[in-house]
Structures are given as structure tokens and as C-alpha cells.
């Protein structure tokens, strides 16, 4: 069985929400940033964590691929071929480097850094973020999903970061974004994984 450690609100509501999408069992372990625990199975502190067995993987994004790559048949990973993994591969690479990149700023000044070194990133990381939402509505195009017309991992990592715009009151000034964002996160998986994550 998988164990996925994060604490409340951390990237770990990905990694469930790939193992709800996948219907493999897991056990989700309450874990804080940067704790005793943390720092156990990754050197950074960081979460979200998966162990497999004797495996252990960090980074969301990473994960994602795993499980995808892991559960091939279940249809979660690249496209076939070295093309199909270059396709997946940027479009992960977009979304942690680029679509967050900003909310993640954002985040970092408002509840994370000292407050002595804390300064006012909200217009820049606004602005970014404009700039990210009109890149993703290029990238998507007419397609359903990322990859196409079939949902994969590279959908829960932008669904999961489209849900973190929206809470953190980012305008996403695209309908076809805003389409995009409310067929991934009205996916039952999503809503099972924020019930275990204790956002519901």
C-alpha cells in the first residue's frame, strides 16, 4: 500500500488526488513542513512525500509521473514514444516553473517567509499570473485536457494549481481556462481526495 505524507493544504492534495484517480489503495499520513518526520524521508523537509515499499519520492510532480508511469494501463501517463513523454514533460515543466511560479511568490511573502523579509509581491504576481493564464489557453487550445481528450496527471497538477488561484482570488480571465478548470476539479476523485485531505 502507498503511503502519502503532507500536511493540510500542501501540495500532497495532488498526489491523493492521482491515487483517487487511479483507485489504488494508499494511506495519507498527516505530516508537517519541515518536521522530524519530514526531514526523515526527504533531506529538503518538504512535502508531499510517497513511499512505496522501499522507494521513497519527492517533489508533486514527480509523484504524479511515478504512479502515472507505474499504472500505465489505467491511461494517466504520456502519449506514446519519446514524443509523448517530451509532450508530458513540458507541459509538467510549464506548470510547476510557470503556472505557479507566481501564486507560489504570492504565498511565500504572505505566510512562509520571515516577516522581517515579507514585501508586497501581489501586483507583480498577478500581472505573472495574467501572463500564465493566457500562455495555458494557447497551449490548451480546443482540447478537453492537456494531453488531449483523455485526463492524465499533468491535468491534477494544473487543476490542483487553477483551485489554488481561484482560492487565493487570482482572476482567470479565460473561459476556456475557466471550462478547463471546472471539468478537472468537478472530477469525483478530486472531491474524494479533498475530503481525506480535510478540505472539505
Not at 515579507?118 to 494557447?138: C, H, I, N, Q, T
Not at 483523455?150 to 487570482?170: E, N, P, T
Not at 481556462?177 to 476539479?185: C, G, I, K, P, S
Amino acid at each position: 500500500m502507498y503511503k502519502a505524507f503532507g500536511s493540510n493544504g500542501s501540495r500532497v492534495s495532488r498526489v491523493v488526488w492521482m491515487l483517487e484517480e487511479l483507485g489504488e489503495p494508499y494511506e495519507f499520513v498527516p505530516v508537517k513542513l519541515r518536521s522530524s518526520e519530514a526531514y526523515a524521508l526527504n533531506p529538503s523537509g518538504k512535502v508531499p512525500i510517497l513511499v512505496d515499499g522501499d522507494l521513497t519520492v519527492t517533489d508533486s510532480a514527480a509523484i504524479c509521473v511515478y504512479l502515472a508511469d507505474k499504472h500505465a494501463d489505467k491511461g494517466m501517463g504520456a502519449n506514446a514514444g519519446v514524443a509523448g513523454r517530451a509532450e508530458m514533460d513540458s507541459w509538467m515543466h510549464f506548470a510547476q516553473s510557470e503556472f505557479e511560479a507566481p501564486l507560489w511568490n504570492k504565498l511565500r511573502h504572505r505566510f512562509i517567509l520571515p516577516k522581517e523579509i515579507r514585501v508586497d509581491v501581489g501586483p507583480a504576481a498577478a500581472y505573472d499570473f495574467g501572463s500564465e493564464v493566457k500562455a495555458l489557453d494557447r497551449r490548451l487550445g480546443e482540447k478537453q485536457f492537456a494531453l488531449g481528450d483523455r485526463f492524465s496527471a499533468v491535468d491534477v497538477l494544473l487543476g490542483d494549481m487553477g483551485a489554488w488561484a481561484r482560492a487565493g482570488k487570482f482572476p482567470i480571465a479565460s473561459d476556456n481556462v475557466n471550462a478547463y478548470m471546472d471539468r478537472v476539479l468537478e472530477r469525483p476523485a478530486r472531491t474524494r481526495s479533498q475530503a481525506v485531505c480535510g478540505l472539505q
